[in-house]
């Protein structure tokens, strides 16, 4: 059974970066979908990043693009998460997920199979 922890969240400073990690552990991530959601309060989860973890493709919401880059470590079987120039509307419980798919996609949570606890991240004003 896949599980995933992640971590690296915390209090930052408009302009500052942060860097999540999701680790997995009892199954290799390879041959998986990786993905980064968030939820603020009040509104509905949405997508923020993704990786095919075997081949590396990734995708960005509008959001974050060139702000947030994904990457893995296969020799740790982690995902990445680094966040720069945070804003404050970037403030939620950020939640890596794994899918058994290899097609990008951060659009339809419903197909991500496994969900870490999540991670706060808050930025402040």
């Known amino acids: 059974q896949l599980q995933l922890v992640e971590s690296g969240g915390g209090l930052v400073q408009s302009g500052g970066s942060l860097r999540l990690s999701c680790a997995a552990s009892?199954?290799?991530?390879?041959?998986?979908?990786i993905g980064w959601f968030r939820q603020a309060p009040g509104k509905e989860r949405e997508g923020v990043s993704c990786?095919?973890?075997?081949?590396?493709?990734?995708a960005y919401a509008d959001s974050v693009k060139g702000r947030f880059t994904i990457s893995r470590d296969n020799t740790k079987n982690t995902v990445y998460l680094q966040m720069n120039k945070l804003k404050p509307e970037d403030t939620a419980v950020y939640y890596c997920a794994a899918a058994t798919m290899v097609e990008r996609n951060i659009d339809k949570d419903y197909l991500y199979e496994y969900w870490g606890q999540g991670t706060q991240v808050t930025v402040s004003s």
């Open positions: 009892g199954a290799t991530l390879s041959g998986h979908l």
């Open positions: 990786i095919v973890y075997s081949r590396g493709g990734t």
